[in-house]
């Protein structure tokens, strides 16, 4: 399954949802246009795109992004910070308790499956 892309996972769980391309974008509220486009890989799909897509075909967020896909993108600094409550406490402070930084962080502790989950569920309790 980690060797397919974001828009083969995506093809994949809506055929495995039983759901048509039209039906899919009418869940997810996108044109039937943008879902082949996003199945083919020619578009982006950003995190709240692929919450719906994942809501839509009930399928794990985790389906769709793994966590060498989420390394790739998210420095090891922050990886190693969201393992340390303190950091996440002081990184919120920092900002201000930020919505957008709440978001971004309860974002990423969705996709870091192998993180235990009494950790993942204390950190999330920090960005509420």
Known sequence: MSDLTISEKIRKARRE?????????????????????IEKGEVDVGINLLKKISAATKMPISF??????IAKN???????????????????MTYKNSQEI???????????????????????????
């Open 74 to 92: 998210i420095s090891k600094e922050v990886l190693d910070a969201l393992d340390d409550p303190i950091a996440v406490r002081t990184l919120l």
């Open 17 to 37: 949802s039983d759901l048509t391309q039209t039906e899919l974008a009418i869940k997810i509220d996108v044109s039937l246009s943008s879902i082949q486009r």
């Open 64 to 69: 769709f992004i793994d966590e060498i896909q």
């Open 102 to 128: 709440k978001l971004a962080i309860r974002q990423i502790l969705e996709c870091l499956t192998n993180m235990p989950i009494e950790k993942r569920k204390a950190l999330l309790t920090l960005c509420q």
